[in-house]
């Protein structure tokens, strides 16, 4: 099967991963090595298989949806690098008109 | 008490020591705190260690039992693999991008722990996000076996096998999601337990492949497993695919079938599979020793094991790939600047992720995108289905299967690093078990020649976590090793 230099640099940039060229040439050969691996699957007849997404035997539960208080809000601020009174600050994401 | 007595002393006779006042909780935190200060400069296998906090814990575990309160772990330290929140404290899951990250809530399991009177001893080392089979992966150093200290103690969550096979905690939890926890058990001499796929509660386990991720312990003995499975199992609100049904007493139900006879199914498939010749003498003794023990024993057929891996390697990834977008420098973790904030994301992303996290990442995205969904992912999924059917149809005529946990006893660090895929290829037994959502045991079975750990697997149908566990004990019982690593003997 394999993967390209070019693939790897478009997956890179789909899953927001920096990607310096050197290491794209890396990727690109472990990555086809382990695309070749997989290749195996080909030969399995799942015509007519329905597919397994997880284990489980029951449908998904159903509660009402309350709303409950979190206790410790400041904790989990505490862990934002950047904060403007109880607000996330984040990088403008809109341009100026 | 003096730490002769550690390298022996189990949950149970701990507690009984407890109950009658021989030992105080103090005392035992201080012990696991001494060998923890001594050992563990060898083997690095926590994290994060918190004297303070854990003597603490121990002075209000002693006041409870004065006071006439119970729990089932009351005064017990265990050790937590660093994956598992526990409120106030770190949680780094060994990767940069959460090295700062305080957990802001407990984890169900913690807050069932808690509620028993477990004392928490710290935090212990991973591969980053439980990805990896040696514990080489982690950001901060990797855990050495204390059996040889050149070889890994198996991952990802060596830490926590390696400070129950050092005693530098009498129990530890795990996670396990292509055998985590039943590899790196089997490769330091200690039983864990991978529970069937919703009987523990993964809230507050950091997501890495939701629909393989399951909690487990790791402990000395199967009595003492069975313990913290009980203590741990359970149906919560907080996670949805958890399980709503009623935990059983495992410890009773290893003691009501403490001569129960099985019927034990060795799959073909698992021998076509290169085996390494020791590993092979000792699964060929364990089936002699269930013969012995009166068991039946009989040849089943997994035909489709041959497909877990390549089914693995991409599920596992699409799934991480999901659930580790939620790592993009905005309301926790690692953040580097950037101009914009899509380049905020990939900077903190770049650095904050070590290279096979981001292998797995990039390799779940590629199954997950448009035009490669229908043949990597969809088809793994129906992959999956044939492999689980397998197991349905073996169950049709066993009770229990027994596998090898890994095809080579414990390898040396260095020597798969290069190669990601030899890495991948080491987790073939213990991968199909995740992938169906079953109940899987390692057992230490024996030693190699050089006086390395064996470990043997039990698998049981869904919700039969108590069959698993009572055959592992009658194996335990009849086997009747020592499994105490040479480091701790001079102690």
Redo the contacts between chains.
């Keep these: 099967m394999g993967i390209s230099i070019d693939e790897v640099k478009k997956i890179a940039h789909l899953a927001r991963l920096e990607l310096p060229e050197e290491v794209a040439q890396t990727y690109t050969e472990e990555l086809s090595k382990i695309l070749d691996y997989f290749a195996s699957l080909k030969e399995v007849d799942t015509d007519n298989v329905q597919p397994t997404f997880h284990p489980l035997t029951w449908d998904t539960p159903m509660r009402e949806d309350e709303v409950k208080p979190f206790e410790d809000i400041e904790a989990v601020l505490a862990n934002a690098s950047e904060l403007w009174e109880n607000m996330i600050v984040v990088p403008k994401v809109v341009k100026a008109p | 008490m003096n730490s002769l007595n550690l390298n022996r002393l189990t949950i149970k006779r701990a507690l009984e020591l407890l109950d009658e006042g021989k030992i105080s909780s103090v005392e035992l935190t201080q012990a696991c705190l001494e060998r923890i200060k001594k050992i563990d400069p060898e083997v690095t296998a926590y994290l994060y260690v918190n004297e303070e906090w854990a003597l603490e814990q121990a002075r209000l575990a002693d006041e409870k039992r004065k006071a006439g309160k119970h729990g089932k772990l009351l005064g017990i330290p265990l050790a937590i693999k660093d994956n598992i929140l526990i409120?106030?404290h770190p949680t780094t899951c060994a990767s940069k991008i959460l090295q700062?990250?305080?957990a802001?809530?407990d984890a169900t399991v913690i807050l069932k722990l808690k509620k028993e009177g477990a004392v928490f001893l710290g935090k212990t080392n991973l591969d980053e996000f439980a990805m990896g089979s040696s514990t080489e992966n982690s950001a901060f150093f990797p855990t050495k076996n204390p059996w040889d200290l050149e070889r890994v103690p198996g991952g990802s969550s060596g830490g926590s096998a390696v400070a129950v096979a050092c005693r530098m905690g009498l129990g530890a939890l795990g996670s396990d999601t292509g055998g985590s926890i039943r590899q790196p058990a089997c490769f330091c001499g200690v039983v864990g337990m991978k529970p069937t796929?919703?009987l523990v509660s993964r809230f507050g386990l950091v997501a890495f492949a939701?629909?393989l991720d399951q909690i487990g312990p790791f402990a000395l003995n199967i009595e003492d497993a069975a313990l913290l499975l009980e203590a741990i199992s359970g149906h919560d609100?907080y996670d949805?695919?958890s399980a709503?049904r009623e935990v059983p007493s495992f410890t009773q139900i290893l003691q009501a079938n403490a001569n129960s006879p099985f019927r034990v199914g060795i799959p073909k498939e698992y021998f076509e599979h290169e085996l390494h010749p020791e590993v092979g003498k000792n699964i060929e003794e364990m089936i002699s020793l269930l013969k012995r023990l009166g068991h039946e024993v009989k040849e089943v057929s997994l035909p489709?094991t041959?497909?877990a891996?390549?089914?693995y390697?991409?599920i596992a990834p699409a799934e991480a790939?999901s659930n580790l977008?939620r790592y993009?420098?905005?309301?926790?973790?690692?953040?580097v600047?950037?101009?914009?904030?899509?380049?905020?994301?990939?900077?903190s992303?770049?650095e904050g992720?070590g290279r096979e996290v981001?292998?797995r990442?990039?390799?779940g995205?590629?199954a997950l995108?448009a035009g490669y969904y229908d043949a990597?992912y969809?088809?793994?999924?129906?992959?999956?289905?044939?492999i689980?059917q397998d197991f349905l149809k073996a169950f049709e005529e066993v009770d229990l299967i027994l596998t090898p946990v890994s095809p080579t006893p414990p390898f040396k660090l260095g020597e798969k690093t290069s190669d990601?895929?030899q890495m991948?290829l080491s987790d073939i037994f213990t991968i199909p078990v995740n992938?169906?959502?079953l109940p899987g045991l390692s057992l230490p079975s024996g030693f190699t020649k050089e006086g390395l750990p064996l470990g043997v697997q039990i698998i049981g149908p869904?919700f039969r976590d108590d069959l698993v566990l009572s055959l592992g004990y009658q194996m335990e019982r009849e086997l009747n090793l020592e499994v105490i690593p040479p480091i701790l003997k001079a102690l």
């Design positions: 409120k106030g700062n990250y305080i802001p809530y796929y919703s939701s629909s609100p949805s695919t709503p489709h041959k497909y891996i390549s089914v390697y991409i790939a977008a993009d420098g905005v309301k926790y973790g690692l953040r600047e950037g101009k914009s904030l899509i380049e905020m994301y990939k900077k992303r770049a992720f981001k292998r990442i990039m390799l995205t590629y995108s990597f969809l088809k793994a999924s129906k992959v999956r289905t044939l689980k990601p895929l991948y992938l169906a959502g869904h």
